[in-house]
């Protein structure tokens, strides 16, 4: 039984790398599979490696998000299915790297995303609803370029990865005032869905720290849910699965598990206010 009535687009946005940014993509996307939602994985960053961590073979993304930020293929065209049910991804390629140069010039450049998730919605109402995506999660690049733009100006929320370390608060604070840029003045209706604490040592003083920090800085926005430090987590991507496939019943699966349901349970609370 789907529990979202209209499609929730959420984009994974931190313009540092290394953050979890896609780890948690990948295993919030299955998680929330796992618990009856369809979702559409797209991967908007060139290393693509929401697609690798998702077992699919580069020679198999003949058709990628490059080619829908072209205007040259529809989303639908582009999604693969992957090995975990309702869990679906338009995949990425190094071709990417090349896309801010070719529509700089274009007027709806920022756009591009927008028009492309449109598109698939209208598609979708034609489907039987037990057919149709029910969430939409973009795995951005670690900077704030034109392709973080696009997803920031197509999606309805932003979440935040943010490892516990020393310079987390510093890059968030760039990261809201990007935010409130874009809604400003090509997103008005964006908002930020939560921040979820990443990598966390709960023996480490300055993780501890860092999230008593988060905590009183951003409120009620940062999730209860936190994404441990775990072995299994980081071995997960090169056997191409999700760590709920790889390992369920590890520390880092089960807080993605938790973290899915904190993330329906504000998208309900969000749609009753």
Known sequence: MSLSPALRILVLANQK????KTTTAINLGTALAAIGERVLIID?????NASTG???NRRDRRLSTYDVMLGEETLDAVTLATAVPRLFIAPSTLDLLGVEMEIASQKDRSFRLKAAIQR???????????ERLTYVLIDCPPSLNLLTINALAASQSVLVPLQCEFFALEGLSQLLSTVEQVRSTLNQALTIHGIVLTMFDPRNNL??????D???????????????????????PSHGK???LYDLKCSGSQAYLKLASEVIQRERLLRAA
């Open 17 to 20: 790398g290394g953050v979890g």
């Open 44 to 48: 908007l960053d060139p290393q693509g």
């Open 54 to 56: 998702l077992g699919i």
């Open 120 to 130: 698939l919605e209208e598609g979708q109402r034609e489907r039987p609803e037990a």
């Open 207 to 212: 993780a501890n720290q860092v999230e008593a």
């Open 214 to 236: 988060v905590r009183s800085f951003m409120g009620e926005k940062v999730y209860q849910t936190i994404i441990p430090r775990n072995v299994r987590i980081s071995e997960a």
């Open 242 to 244: 999700p760590v709920l």
